[in-house]
């Protein structure tokens, strides 16, 4: 009780002082979505291992920690200082240091006038009826105490609006630093993507870290809203420092016929908590759950996916893939609700595991709640280690024992790439899954074969 007395008037301290700051300029509507948000979040406080959703998650180091909201200090990045972060054949690259827009390290390359890719505290101003007709209006703060959390400190993020009929092909970057300070801090960065009837548009979102490693928190919404017959593609790149806990949360609406396709690396980070949320809000919708997740070390790295079918005729695929190392811990986490108007639906979620060490762990649990009668859903997960004979085979070819690891772990994840669409965004993907499983690669295999092997190998459960 004492520490959350302690945690709320942390909490309660800050909120008060960015209220403070932001009253002259935040329209009314927002600040009572902001009051209603962290009254939601005082009331609840954190969720622990008794709630169903987090069961499997500890937060208690997170609640322990009296973050600070990160402020901009005297570090400032120059174009250089970000370039190894960039990629290619990008139409836009959005640059947010410390949870705060910066224009002058930001380029748009080639988006279309008619079209907006800006930060959201300008669009607010300048965008008004926009934001203010999506922001807040799908996100559940109920539900969630880091969506309320999150919505309680709205201030800046990414706004990208594509107009009806438009077509955006080259993907808009957006890359989000984190710097270090000389206290723990916390940013809550909010994104609103509005795709409108007949567009298409892909979006890339980057969290990385700069300086040296201090505690934060990294607690990140995404709203995206597709309208009829779009066609939109999301990828969402995790790569903090090892003193990171970073949750974030993709909240999707999808129209009539809309086709969204959600792609997670998750490949840092010392607790990650990754939400993916669709609602198949109109009939014929298409939803692909996509994901990899690398850990190594003491890394915790928790995927929830919460899959809505509330209209008839969609299909969802939920296909997650993790690969643990060392004494890394993940968590998958699928959960699918077919409402009961939701007739003629197609859903299915799998959920594969690589652990490479006795000491590394996986908790999967893949659920159905059905209430409609005429669908088609199945769902599975299974647990195993590198196969000895493939392995073996390699290495009888000439192959030395690292390249044969990295080329089978290339395999493995090879699988959730395969599910993207080629282009800039997918060859970075690759590029970074590729370093990291060569990293991977090169730390020697457990000498004592567990005893439990043969009985989890490749286990499937249905």
């Not at 054949?89 to 930001?106: M, N």
């Not at 209006?137 to 880091?146: A, G, K, N, W």
């Not at 400190?153 to 077509?167: K, S």
Request: some cysteine; aromatic content about 8%; proline content about 4%.
């Amino acid at each position: 009780m004492a520490v959350a007395i302690e945690q709320l008037e942390s909490y309660l301290a800050e909120f008060s002082e960015f209220a403070r700051q932001n009253s002259q300029d935040t329209p009314l509507w927002l600040r009572d979505l902001r009051d209603r948000a962290f009254a939601r979040f005082c009331k609840v406080g954190f969720p622990t291992v008794r709630d169903e959703d987090w069961r499997f998650t500890s937060l208690s180091s997170v609640a322990r920690t009296q973050f600070k909201l990160a402020r901009r200090g005297p570090l400032r990045l120059k174009r250089s200082d970000l370039a190894s972060w960039q990629f290619e054949g990008c139409s836009a690259q959005l640059v947010f240091i410390d949870g705060l827009f910066e224009p002058e390290l930001s380029t748009c390359f080639e988006i279309p006038d008619t079209a907006v890719a800006t930060g959201l505290w300008a669009a607010m101003r300048n965008h008004p009826d926009a934001v203010a007709g999506h922001l807040g209006q799908h996100l559940d703060i109920e539900r969630d105490p880091f969506c309320a959390l999150n919505t309680a400190f709205i201030n800046d993020g990414a706004f990208i609006h594509v107009p009806a009929g438009m077509v955006i092909k080259k993907p808009i970057h957006l890359l989000f630093v984190s710097t270090s300070g000389d206290a723990p801090s916390m940013t809550h960065l909010r994104n609103l993507i509005v795709v409108e009837k007949e567009a298409q548009v892909s979006v890339v979102e980057d969290y990385v870290s700069f300086g040296s490693e201090t505690p934060a928190l990294s607690n990140a919404v995404t709203e995206l809203i597709a309208g009829e017959n779009t066609s939109v593609s999301h990828l969402l790149i995790e790569r903090e420092h090892l003193q990171t806990c970073n949750i974030s949360t993709l909240r999707i609406e999808q129209a009539r016929s809309a086709a969204v396709a959600s792609h997670s690396l998750l490949l840092g980070g010392a607790l990650v908590r990754n939400n993916v949320h669709p609602v198949l809000a109109g009939d014929g919708g298409e939803c692909l759950i996509n994901g990899l997740f690398i850990g190594n070390g003491r890394q915790h790295l928790d995927n929830y996916m919460l899959v809505e079918h509330a209209s008839p005729h969609c299909a969802s695929r939920q296909f997650y893939n993790g690969i643990l190392d060392g004494h890394s811990h993940g968590v998958f986490h699928g959960r699918i609700i077919v409402h009961k108007d939701a007739q003629k639906t197609d859903a299915k979620q799998t959920n594969r595991n690589l652990l490479l060490t006795d000491d590394a762990q996986i908790d999967t649990k893949p659920q159905l709640e059905i209430y409609a009668d005429d669908v088609k859903c199945t769902h599975g997960a299974t647990i195993g280690q590198i196969e000895e004979n493939a392995l073996f085979y390699l290495r009888s070819r000439g192959i030395a024992e690292v390249e044969a690891r990295r080329l089978l772990l290339e395999a493995f994840a090879g699988e959730c790439l395969d599910r993207m669409q080629p282009g800039p965004a997918r060859d970075h993907a690759q590029k970074l899954i590729e370093r990291y499983l060569a990293t991977i690669a090169l730390q020697p295999p457990p000498i004592t074969p567990n005893a439990n092997t043969a009985e989890r190998n490749w286990k499937e459960v249905e």
